[in-house]
């Protein structure tokens, strides 16, 4: 290490000494070569120093001025800033993104960037901890228009004025704009190019902190970059291909100790082979904040104009995906901010809003023209010659952008214009400038590119389009030798198969917008100007049929095939996507099975809004259809496959999609199919890679211990899952015992449901082991097996240390009062315990007069189920009086419990002395009159409870009247249920008087209580008052016709069941 820093000052002093500015630059970059980032910094003790370092600072000053005047201020970015302050890590590119167009990388996630982790651009190429190492090459993807070059120029900026970036000494920025216009290039040559200042006199080096070479736009380099066939070279001097020299500096063999950074689509970052790079970030769209707010730059002054475009984007959902990309969204509101103003100028409130993406780019042209000629079929010599003009300029624009999309080209130099026979003169003119930006490359040469990717496409379409009329050979062979075709349809069909077969789907939006041309609508947009009146009208049908015959039944539904049924749509021609979407609505898709319709399904799964919150898919599935469904089903977030008989085969399916890294599946519902244990063993070695599941629902099916023990052993490892269900599985004990062992390291997994599973007290145990020491489950539910009181012990005594657990199900576990009685003194204790669930066990006044002790000490249980124990009045009055000193409990449950008067009595003292409780259920309790007066007297001055259940409570008139004078005062009760007792007419009278001057009740049940026709008289005469209740119920009544419609006549705001 030494030798080298003593051989590092001898070159230092040998640089310094160069006569001549080459010899400086070859210097420079033999130490670049050699120590990477060791550059431009004078060591202290430099003999025959005249500056010092203050030579070499101010060069360094000199190129970071350089550098400010060509980034400069950009415009576009203003509030915006904040969204690339960070950017999100990712572990390399999916299938999606190597596969697909930008286009369908955005429709198909619905614009959401998933990412688990984000990075601070200040620490872009810091290490991520301290015993990791700076990344030497990093990858930062986007789709185009999301912001590469805009990151870049921030980057650079911010750099430069010293913001961020501060442990490197340079940074040399580059695109691949600048390089295209090199066809060899030596290391010595590129340095020197974007670091003049190098060249002059008095070089200093010494011991620096790191050089970043930037790379922006991978995507436009105009040669691929093959690592496999490239030849090794450490020359620094020497001159090599451009794309060799790029692939070199990346492997390492130039500048081995320089970091690189490069920008690219992913699709195109693809071609740098995933061991070589170090760090992977995206950039992430426009939240829903960010896209208003870059609508606020297009229309500063004007909120009105933006609030109406804002609307207008929302509206039609695809647009509004697309708009998470800044390039996107200014397109769509400049194109959309024409449309209205062009309304307005013609007082036209009948012309039509944009819904296709044809459409909104056939307005943005009607801007770019400047809107003349467009409106009510005006024409003149002038405006007919302007658009002639434009209709040639856009006709070699359009040659040049089709040969360009062919040949994968989005750059082009002047030689490229003049070739397709673009005249440069015109390219100042309002049209172009819409189109196309201008950039001056370091090789002080022009390079212009179309302001969006989707603008070329779009005028390669119109190309196409026009070309197809006249054209007897096949346009996509370059050398225009081909089998003669002729006739629009016979290009459209080639079109259409050039497209289907294209593997990275970059022909996809070219052929959506070549279809939309045929439209009727985006015909009229375009007539007179770009578009002759009713050209190509009679192709419209006929072209729907080529594009539903590329919809082939022995394959998958791929991008390319849901991309059919985005050309449907712009062609509009949608009967097919829309029956499908109304079998959706109506439950009957199970009887759709053709190719045809199963791709119009994958096309809703992308795009309705029925499937945006939750694809329900359960009862219409085969395994075939699953089968061809599965690409798409990857970016469904939520997804409801129940009742389809699905067998363990078609979990291995479902196993490969949720392995699959572009899985964003969150929540999947797989009840009631038959899945067995090699079912489980396949969803549970997908969970071992998902990254993106939360809830897994596998209740109702054939899972056994064995199914049990493979999804335990994944919980081990996987760090996502958050809810996990079994209930009604046959897991037994053995299955429980791999649970409670996987939530021994498992600290997610926040509820498990394992209700009938034929669990004993064994594994209750078990469980109650791994309570004492997990700290995340929060939900256990284990009703309906045989636990005991052996099984209530062992969980009672976990709860005592436990401080995670807030939800215990138990019901029915034949517990008795010894099991509740320890349950209950561990209640005592808990600090977290929020509901416990003990309905249809053996608890009878002895367990409650355990519970109301544990109720007296405990602060923090809110909800209690007693439903169907063995309480009588002993124990419902031990309760009541634990509920009057009790201040947590808000739900309380007591039905069939054989409560009569006497605890009803009790309770409602209780009532009188009680703050929290909101709901009480005493339903099929014969507490009679006696307790419903009692209960209604608490009410009076009870001012929490919201819901009493007094269903099947032997209830007659009496109590119904002190419920009615109670319901008089009160102002809190919000659900009154009195189904099936007998308050007769004057019941029904003292309840109606009551809610001619309530106004909290929102519900009221008198379902089966005799009211009569008479009772129907008062009730109506109430509800023509009543102003609150939103929902009443008089099924089992004998009101009769006459009854039943004078109530219908007596209320509009009402929901009333008869």
Known sequence: MRKQEVRTDREACRAYNADSPAEQVKALVDLLARNGGRLLQAPSKMPDSPLGSQSNDSRIRRHCEALLSRVGNDPELGSLSHRLASLLLVEGLTDLQLREHDFTQVEATRGVWHSARAIPLDRLFLPLSRVSIPPRVSVTIGVAGIGKTTLVRHFVRCWARGQVGKNFSLVLPLTFRDLNTYEKLSADKLIHSVFPNAGEGNLEVTTPDRVLLVLDGLDECKTPLEFSNTMACTDPKKEIQVDHLITNIIRGNLFPEISVWITSRPSAAGQVPGGLVDRMTEIRGLTEEEIKACLEQIFPEDQTLLGQVL???????????????????????????????????VQDTELPLPQTLCELYSWYFRM?????????????????????????????????????????KYVFYEQDMKAFGVDLALLQSALCSCLLQREETLASSAAYRFTHLSLQEFVAAMYYYSASKRAIFDLFTESGMSWPRLGFLTHFRCAAQRATQAQDGRLDVFLRFLSGLLSPRVNTLLAGSLLAQGEHQNYRAQAAEVLQGLLRPDTAVCARAINVLYCLHELQHTELARSVEEAMQRGTLAGLTSPSHRTALAYLLQLSDICSREANLSLCLSQSVLQSLLPQLLYCQSLRLDNNQFQDPVMELLGSVLSGKDCRIQNISLTENQIGNKGAKALARSLLVNRSLTTLDLRSNTIGPQGAKALADALKINRTLTSLSLQSNVIRDDGVMCMAEALLSNQTLSILQLQKNLIGPKGAQQMADALKQNKSLKELMFSSNTIGDGGAMALAEALKVNQSLENLDLQSNAISNTGVAVLMRALRVNQTLSSLNLRENSISPEGARALAQALCMNNTLKHLDLTANLLHDQGAQAIAVAVGENRSLTHLHLQWNFIQAGAARALGQALQLNRTLTTLDLQENAIGDDGASAVAGALKVNATLTALYLQVASIGTQGA????????????LEILDLRGNDIGVAGAKALANALKLNSSLRRLNLQENSLGMDGAIYIAAALSENRGLRHINLQGNPIGESGARMISEATKTCVVEM
């Open 311 to 345: 609307t207008q984007m929302k509206a039609n959902k695809a647009l509004y995906l697309m708009c998470t990309v800044p390039a996107f969204c200014r397109l769509v509101g400049l194109a959309l901010g024409h449309l209205y103003h062009s309304k307005l100028a």
């Open 368 to 408: 770019a023209l400047g809107g003349e000629g467009q409106d009510k079929g005006k024409v003149s010599p002038r405006i007919e010659q302007m658009a002639q003009g434009a209709r040639k300029m856009v006709g070699t624009l359009g040659r040049l952008a089709f040969h360009g999309l062919v040949k994968k």
């Open 961 to 972: 009247q002190a419920l009615g004078e109670a319901l008089a005062v009160n102002r809190t």
